[in-house]
């Protein structure tokens, strides 16, 4: 799976939108690009996925560049209930195992 | 609600004892994880079973063991022979090995 890079730590407005970037420059054709986020002592909570369109559920979009190389998760109204280790992951159809970097510490301040 | 459940939410670990930690899901989901979390770092796969009666090791199994005989349960059982299992271990499953992982709750494992 491709290595992803994201930045370690951001702050946010409570209200504002949180817009958290991943690089995956090396990321394959087959290799979607997921997030996961994990609140302290919880388990990790999927948000979103996806492969070159722009997704949006309920929780959260993702944009994907049109290269695929780089994303962004957009958190459209962030609440303090949103304070977590947001990570980004490349991810083949045919993995079997998830493997989180270091991630990116989102703080919603008020 | 559907989900998975992990029980305890804390366990201890007495030197020299077995401990098994509880992993049920009712989403229906064919496969089945075990993952280990140290403090500060990533997710490290331990087992994983794509089917019951079906299970292979992850990257790091020694000192674990597993047991799929039901689709809704994945035990997992921490040896005496695994010599450093205070971490915080998480259940995953999915509807096959190729979809999307959704997690429970967690165990954290200390050792007294």
């Known amino acids: 799976d491709a290595k992803t890079t994201q930045p370690t730590s951001m702050d946010c407005a409570e209200g504002r939108a949180a817009n958290l970037p991943c690089n995956h420059s090396?990321?394959?054709?087959?290799?979607?690009v997921y997030w996961y986020r994990q609140i302290h002592s919880q388990g990790p909570q999927y948000i979103i996925h996806?492969?070159?369109n722009n997704e949006t559920n309920e929780m959260a979009s993702l944009i994907i560049t049109e290269d695929r190389k780089s994303s962004t998760l957009i958190l459209p109204h962030a609440t303090l209930r949103d304070t977590a280790v947001y990570y980004c992951i490349a991810l083949s159809g045919t993995a079997s195992k998830l493997t989180f970097g270091t991630g990116t510490r989102l703080q919603v301040t008020l | 609600d559907g989900g998975i459940t992990q029980s305890p939410k804390y366990l201890f670990r007495k030197e020299g004892q077995n401990v098994t930690l509880s992993c049920e899901q009712n989403?229906?989901?064919?496969?089945m994880y075990w993952y280990r979390q140290d403090p500060g770092q990533g997710l490290r796969l331990i087992y994983y079973?794509?089917?019951?009666?079906?299970?292979q090791k992850g990257d790091i199994a020694e000192g674990y063991s597993v047991s799929r005989e039901k689709k809704e349960s994945f035990p997992l059982t921490v040896t005496s022979a695994q010599k450093n299992p205070t971490a915080f271990y998480l259940c995953?499953?999915?509807?096959?090995?190729?979809?999307?992982?959704?997690f429970g709750p967690g165990t954290r494992l200390l050792v007294l």
């Open positions: 090396t990321i394959s054709g087959n290799e979607y």
């Open positions: 079973s794509q089917i019951v009666n079906d299970f």
């Open positions: 989403l229906n989901h064919d496969a």
């Open positions: 995953a499953s999915s509807e096959g090995s190729q979809e999307t992982q959704y």
């Open positions: 996806g492969l070159k």
